[in-house]
């Protein structure tokens, strides 16, 4: 049962943002402070990849756990309430990353996902050179 009422909880939810999020950010102004130049949201491309590097034909896609399902993460956790809806919700966010990212590679891009968990020095330092290595 949910605590608030549908008006509170659809005014809660609208907050929630899908762009230029926290991890987001600090995955652009990483990439940004090392050179890297690119193009947030193209709605061309399957699953509106965050970042877009056409000239490398590479995306990268910033994943939040919870939203996107990341087994064995903390962050990742079904809420209490209304668990069906939540699990539901979350495997339909799978598939939907998972079809995209196939359609991507099929037209012969550069799929990197970075979750949100696992930002860090180290691994944007791995994406840099993971982006800077695909041609």
Not at 93 to 110: F, P
Not at 112 to 134: D, G, K, P, S
């Amino acid at each position: 049962m949910d605590r608030l009422t549908p008006e509170a909880r659809s005014r809660l939810m609208s907050r929630i943002k899908g762009k230029d999020t926290k991890p987001e950010m600090a995955v652009r102004l990483y990439l940004h402070a090392r050179g890297l130049r690119y193009r947030l949201h193209v709605r061309s491309l399957a699953g509106k990849p965050d970042l877009v590097f056409a000239s490398r034909k590479v995306v990268v896609f910033v994943h939040g756990c919870f939203w996107h399902g990341h087994r064995g993460c903390k962050k990742a956790r079904t809420p209490k309430s209304r668990e069906d809806y939540w699990r539901n919700k979350i495997e339909a966010n799978s598939a939907r990353d998972r079809r995209s990212i196939r359609k991507l590679r099929a037209l012969g891009w550069h799929v990197f996902i970075i979750w949100q968990c696992r930002i860090n020095e180290r691994r944007l330092a791995q994406l840099y050179r993971q982006i800077m290595a695909a041609e």
